[in-house]
């Protein structure tokens, strides 16, 4: 990779439920592709924290990211993060792992609805998109509210199932309004907005989200970019992050950011 400020935001560890790979080969791969930096952000799904002993993948992650940091530090910079999921369907796991160490990054994320499945798993028929989506946005808008991340992640998350299993066209007009209420939040409270590259990946073959939602959050005032793989193995590192950067500068985007203690970093795109 050509940039030297290429970094990836967005990475699973086998300390996720649903990774494959040690945290030491993610950042071997990150080395190799020449990436100025990786954060290990494994799965903490708030709503399941209990019941499933999150906290201790989640300790797991923070050391293994820690080892990493010295192992690997005059190469590479290795970010601890987490992926903070559903964080207002449980409060206080949300501000239990939280509280286990000083993290570089959080992401915020909504993978399912409340008391329903993951996307991934929900079955979908023409008549039950749109109710949906509009419940998807809607909760999306009081995780945004309940502000407790860095980066708001994959943000048409749904969309990476929905598409080409449903013959109903998803318009983003439809949604614009319901979006442009989240956006409006991290524009308030200097939140930045993630460009997920796993779609390039997948059925969708597009970045979750697209140039319309990046271009409008820009539009709003949105000043942080942040960009990643979403990789659950070693092999998908870096992967689309090239094509995440090129997004970033179509829509008006001169800085990448990454963070440091939850601190933004500013990285310029050239």
Known sequence: MNNRFFSDSHTHSEHSFDGNDSVAMLCEQAIKLGLYSIAITDHCECNEYYANNVRKSAEASIIASGKARAAYGDKIKVYTGIELGQPTQNKLAANEVLSLCDYDFVIGSLHNLKNEQDFYFLKYEDENVNGILEKYFTQLYELAVDNRFDTLAHITYPLRYIYGKVTKEIKY?????????????????????????????????????????????????????????????????????????????????????????????????N
């Open 173 to 269: 007009d439809t949604y614009k309004q319901m979006i442009d209420e989240v956006l409006k939040v991290l524009v308030k409270n200097d939140k930045a907005l993630e460009i997920n590259t796993s779609g390039l990946r997948q059925r969708i073959g597009a970045t979750l989200p697209g140039e319309a939602i990046v271009s409008r959050f820009k539009e709003l005032g949105g000043k942080f970019i942040t960009i990643g793989s979403d990789a659950h193995r070693w092999g998908d590192v870096g992967s689309g992050i090239e094509v995440g950067y090129e997004l970033a500068e179509r829509c008006g985007f001169t800085y990448v950011t990454v963070f440091e203690k939850r601190e933004p970093v500013m990285l310029p795109i």
